[in-house]
């Protein structure tokens, strides 16, 4: 049986060849938290009330990290739960406050695709705004969908794509303006910045902003699943309960029953072995990376789309499929965007020195190829 296992195993592609992941290799401590806690059911908190406390110390740690002492969340199974959850609450929080019935929130067109199913399953109107010319949501635009029905805007911090970042200042001041929430999706950026000098506010630290989405199972270096929501306060959490009878717990604020408490360790353990300077140094070394990747590239005639900002870039190309295809047939994996036609790559911790000139030697050929 254990033969046929690695069998299958062996057949999935190494994070040494993949270059459109924003998931990564998790840090040998994740791995040996996540084993500590492989039976925990944080859906039962009351027999599991060690692991439970670990989860609220997480919290202080990225509510603090966060500039908002007073945070309060959860580790979830990852962006797309966070991000749901960010905007189920914002929805019922103002049902409560201002009796909104027909709910709508106003995203930039670069949002994840996780948005699309929030519609979906929230019963929310989805309205999208458009970008600059840099690919940052124009505020101008996003005022103009805003009405008496939205209940929250959406700020990125770390698009999917490129890795751009909205101008999050603005968005606070037009939400506290309007009165309404504003959610901030910082799945990937969230342990981005917080280690980078010259990062722009994108936090608790900007009066508007009422929730952030921030996936430690990224950046984090966490096992799979660990997704994060942290709210401005325990408010947001009270909106989101429904009562459980038969657990050892009165209600329930997460959107699964049953969740792992594999997350809450291994995120804690990279944190707390890391410290503020190790994470600091796994970012640089991600930026040095992309820097390199892109003096490369750019050696091969390729343009970025934008300056990278974070260790995401994307180079501009009508081949985009063509080469991600030809790529792949030789266990290289990169990802494409649309608009504009690019070829995208993700520079996680897995990328080294190495993996960069391997894949620069494969693209050569497939240059040729194509
Ligand atoms: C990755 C990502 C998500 C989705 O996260 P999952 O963990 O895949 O559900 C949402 N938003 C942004 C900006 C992301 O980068």
Known sequence: ???????????????????????????????????????????????????????????????????????????????????IQGIRAARNVMRQKKGVQKSNIVIPESAHFSFEKI????????????????????????????????????GIAGT??????????????????????LHIDAAFGGLVLPFMDDAPDFDFKLDGVSSITID????????????????????????????TPY?????????????????????????????????????????DMTTLLVEEMRSLGFEPVIEPIMNVVAFRTDKAEKIKDELYRRDWVISTIRKPKAIRMVIMPHVNEEVISGFIQTLREVIRAV
């Open 1 to 83: 049986m254990l033969n046929e296992l690695e069998e299958f195993r062996r057949k999935d592609i190494p994070y040494s060849r993949v270059l459109s992941s924003m998931c990564t290799t998790p840090h040998p401590v994740a791995v040996e938290a996540h084993r500590l806690f492989l039976e925990t059911n944080l859906g039962d908190p009351g027999i599991f009330r060690g692991t439970w406390e670990l989860e609220e110390k997480l919290m202080r740690l990225l509510g603090e990290m966060l500039h908002n002492e007073n945070a309060a969340g959860y580790i979830c199974s990852g962006g797309t739960e966070a991000n």
């Open 119 to 154: 519609g979906d399953i929230l019963g929310v109107e989805i309205r999208r705004a458009g970008l600059d010319e840099d690919y940052r949501v124009d505020v101008g635009a996003v005022e103009e969908l805003v009405d008496n029905n939205t209940v929250a805007l959406v």
């Open 160 to 181: 999917t794509e490129l890795g751009q970042i909205d101008p999050i200042k603005e968005l606070s001041d037009l939400a506290v303006e309007r009165g309404i929430e």
């Open 216 to 243: 430690p199972h990224k950046m984090g270096m966490a096992t799979i699943p660990a997704g994060g929501i942290l709210f401005r306060d325990g408010s947001y959490l009270r909106a989101l309960e429904v009562e």
């Open 247 to 287: 657990l050892t717990s009165k209600s329930q604020y997460t959107l699964t029953g049953t969740r792992p408490g594999t997350g809450v360790a291994s995120a804690y353990a990279v944190l707390r072995h890391l410290g503020y300077d190790g994470m600091k140094k796994v970012v640089e070394k991600c930026m």
